[in-house]
């Protein structure tokens, strides 16, 4: 059984930072993919950033967050992170926390954090 906590959510103005921290648990298989998702109200839920564990951690971003985030991952802990700079209200939205197993294409999800900019 694998769980995901994320943390580091919060309410922040535009133009300001925040951290989003996740640590996974259990059985994680590798090679894998962990990475950030996000949802506003009234929108589907899509892809913010994700890191494989392949040496070098190749990366990948959404168009909307390029140059203003950042994802980094530590595999002793088994965590990852998204550094989140220069904040827009259209950042706004629950974000998850992702795990993908390559080889099985299981995919784990923690429950969200919310980050909220105000303008």
């Known amino acids: 059984q694998v769980q995901l906590v994320e943390s580091g959510g919060g309410l922040v103005q535009a133009g300001g930072s925040l951290t989003l921290s996740c640590t996974a648990s259990?059985?994680?298989?590798?090679?894998?993919?962990m990475g950030w998702y996000r949802q506003a109200p009234g929108k589907q839920r899509e892809l913010v950033a994700t890191?494989?564990?392949?040496?070098?951690?190749?990366?990948n971003y959404a168009d909307s967050v390029k140059g203003r985030f950042t994802i980094s991952r530590d595999d002793v802990d088994n965590s990852v992170y998204l550094q989140m700079n220069s904040l827009k209200p259209e950042d706004t939205a629950v974000y998850y926390c992702?795990?993908?197993?390559?080889?099985?294409?299981?995919?784990?999800w923690g429950e969200g954090t919310r980050v909220t900019v105000s303008s």
């Open positions: 259990g059985s994680i298989f590798r090679p894998n993919i």
């Open positions: 992702a795990l993908i197993i390559l080889r099985t294409r299981e995919n784990y």
């Open positions: 890191m494989s564990d392949t040496r070098g951690g190749s990366s």
